[in-house]
């Protein structure tokens, strides 16, 4: 039997090193004795450029990752999908859409992006929690892939760049990683509160009506946690696709699937994926970069099409 506890230390232990190595690499390679002179005051255009450019960069991709994987963890457990995940229903791309008009018509509103972004996101999520399409999975990517792809193309007709984000981690702030702490934190610790409720999901309808708890309340509490997460991850850098369903569908593989484990592993899993993801599009083409949307795409859809083929991904299961 896999050993989740051990599966937690090693990730953990990737991580530390995943930071270690986005701190020090770059355009200009910073060694860890010029990073010990940069925080010692010897060198501070390093230390400018390990603070103000490379260290928001990784706190943001960290807390996106956590929160992308969480919502994927979320949006299949209350859709009972294991290919669930708020890019491909159509989540996102709604709130991405509702962040460029938004930011046009009524662009002083304080926090405007997110307030946009969370609109979006509930607004897709109307034509998604319909019983028939709840019934039928098949259905759901449907409807969900229509909902991407019509909200994408819309976007694009009407942004004009103001509002438009790239999924891209260049040029973080402070600031935009100080919104991520307080979405972020919060919407992770209340994933982790009501995590119970995504095992409960597993049990039918009858089951449920036994033990005194109603499946819809618990789906719609569950589908409000995971349009925040994703909202506040599209307001901050834009739409990343396909990171719930790759790191989810390991981190299921890698300690099994009770939520209540299952969650915290994802969170982990998916901080450093983003991370490492994101380190790896400022390499590839230096002096340029790869937002880390264009590389999730080119992994995840084939990781997609790879679950698609095996016959126990049918689709239906319940994760």
Not at 142 to 161: N, Y
Request: charge should be positive; hydrophobic fraction near 55%.
């Amino acid at each position: 039997m896999r050993s989740a506890k051990g599966w937690y230390f090693l990730v953990i232990g990737l991580l530390i090193i995943a930071i270690s190595l986005g701190l020090m690499l770059g355009v200009t390679f910073i060694s860890v004795r010029q990073m010990i002179d940069a925080f010692s005051g010897r060198n501070p255009n390093q230390a400018s450029i390990i603070l103000t450019i490379r260290a928001p960069r990784i706190a943001a991709s960290l807390l996106c990752g956590a929160m992308l994987a969480t919502a994927g963890a979320i949006s299949q457990s209350a859709f009972r999908n294991l290919l669930a995940d708020p890019s491909i229903l159509g989540v996102s791309s709604a709130a991405n859409l509702f962040v460029s008009l938004g930011l046009m018509l009524l662009p002083g509103i304080t926090g405007g992006k997110f307030w946009w972004s969370l609109a979006g996101g509930c607004f897709a999520l109307c034509f998604l929690i319909s019983p028939r399409i709840l019934r039928d999975p098949y259905r759901l990517m449907i409807v969900g892939v229509i909902l991407m792809l019509t909200f994408s193309g819309v976007q694009q007709l009407f942004s004009t760049g103001a509002g438009s984000v790239s999924g891209s981690f260049n040029g973080i702030t402070w600031n935009t990683v100080f919104f991520l702490v307080i979405v972020g934190t919060s919407g992770l610790l209340a994933a982790v509160v009501i995590s119970p409720w995504a095992n409960y999901l597993k049990l039918s309808g009858e089951q449920l009506k036994t033990k005194g708890v109603s499946a819809l309340l618990m789906r719609l509490g569950l589908l409000a946690v995971m349009v925040y997460l994703s909202a506040g991850v599209t307001a901050a850098v834009g739409v990343i696709p396909f990171v719930g369903i790759v790191v989810v569908n390991i981190a299921r593989y890698l300690v099994g699937r009770d939520y209540t484990t299952l969650m915290p592993m994802a969170m982990l899993l998916g901080a450093l994926v983003m991370l490492v993801i994101d380190t790896l599009g400022r390499l590839i083409v230096l002096p340029s970069e790869l937002p880390a949307a264009t590389l999730m795409t080119v992994i995840g859809g084939p990781f997609l099409i790879l679950l698609l083929q095996r016959k126990r991904f049918n689709g239906t299961k319940s994760g």
